[in-house]
């Protein structure tokens, strides 16, 4: 896939034909797990179908490590989707269907499960790419997806919660030959019958959805660390997370809400911006809380000291989603009954925990 840093073109890497499909899955699962401009910590996933299990990346848990750890979790297919098909609340707690004995480490599988268990092809791969995010937040996203991917069989899905309100809407769009998704404030979904066929999907569909980032003055580091003294923050570990706040076109995109769910679980609701003159200390006081970062517009980013790498991950996300939307352009915010299903969603509440369990950079 991708190169590591996310700077290189994507392209498929040739695989062991007589490996085991699961194991390109996995393969291909880390590749993609290691480009921020796919996935974003322990955000997206992969999964694969056999034999009535549907095998899918584990809640809270990193693609990257896909090929080290055992990520993966079995899931009993039929079960699964008797359960969607009758609205059953069951399905949204995908642990219901795990298949216990094959589970040992007793993992979670994804919230978005019943999304990959609704579509029919064997391999489905789950990335929150910042080039299909920057377009789904877009009033307009579905003309700006008829003219990029044409000829494809594809469907754009107007946001919804994941979980049973995502896999409701997206079977109200599915035909039977379609095979790309893209989710309103979301991400995209491929998905195909071999590893090899997803991979080169995928390929196809995010060089159709790429475009440059607009560019970003670099950020005042010696200010940034003025703003920080005395304060529980501290520049973000990625130099690439302070474009957010230098371009100040990214900045007011940001500054009006929240884009995509995972930025509500990781970062919180929307953008904390502070105001001429303020430092981190001033802003703490006139918010009354501790944001996990703050946008000093025409500066740059601080992150709180505690921030770990799900935040971090996050923060470097939310410039590479900004930097890829026009100006000018009308934007789909999340609602306020919207970040308060994410924040209050036991499934999102599960991955908060993980999340504030993780490592925590310094």
């Not at 995972?262 to 703490?284: C, K, R």
Request: glycine residues 8%; charged residues 20%.
């Amino acid at each position: 896939m991708r190169e590591p840093a996310g700077e290189g073109r994507l392209m498929v890497h040739p695989v062991d034909t007589g490996a085991s499909e699961f194991r390109m899955l996995r393969s291909l699962s880390a590749s993609i797990g290691a480009d921020p401009l796919l996935v974003q910590g322990a955000g997206g996933n992969t999964s694969i179908k056999q034999a009535g299990v549907l095998w899918i990346k584990a809640s809270g848990t990193w693609l990257k490590n896909a090929r080290d750890d055992e990520i993966m979790v079995p899931v009993a297919l039929a079960p699964l989707l008797d359960a969607v098909a009758h609205r059953s609340p069951a399905a949204e707690t995908a642990g219901q269907f795990t298949l216990v004995d094959l589970n040992p480490r007793q993992l979670r599988p994804s919230i978005e499960t019943t999304v990959h268990a609704l579509l029919p092809q064997k391999i489905v791969v789950h990335v929150h790419c910042v080039e299909t995010i920057s377009i789904a937040v877009q009033a307009n996203a579905e003309a700006l997806l008829e003219e990029r991917l044409r000829g494809l069989e594809w469907a754009f899905v107007p946001y919804r919660r994941p979980g049973l309100p995502l896999a409701q809407a997206i079977s109200e769009r599915l035909k039977p030959a379609t095979n790309v998704l893209v989710l309103g404030n979301h991400g995209l979904v491929v998905a195909a019958d071999t590893v090899a066929e997803a991979a080169l999907l995928l390929q196809r569909v995010t060089g159709l959805l790429a475009r440059p980032p607009r560019p970003s003055p670099l950020p005042d580091l010696d200010a940034l660390l003025r703003l920080a003294a005395g304060s529980d923050y501290r520049l973000p570990a990625s130099v690439a997370a302070h474009a957010v706040a230098t371009d100040l076109a990214s900045c007011r995109i940001a500054a009006s809400g929240s884009l995509y769910p995972d930025h509500v679980i990781f970062l919180g609701v929307g953008s904390v911006i502070a105001g001429p003159g303020e430092n981190a200390a001033a802003v703490v006081a006139r918010t009354g809380s501790a944001p996990t970062s703050i946008l000093f517009p025409g500066k740059g980013v601080l992150m709180r000291r505690d921030a770990n790498a799900g935040a971090e991950a996050m923060a470097r996300c939310l410039s590479d989603v900004v930097a890829r939307v026009d100006g000018a352009a009308r934007v789909n915010y999340l609602s306020p009954k919207e970040n308060a299903e994410l924040l209050n969603w036991d499934a999102e509440k599960y991955r908060q925990q993980l999340n504030r369990e993780g490592v925590t950079l310094q």
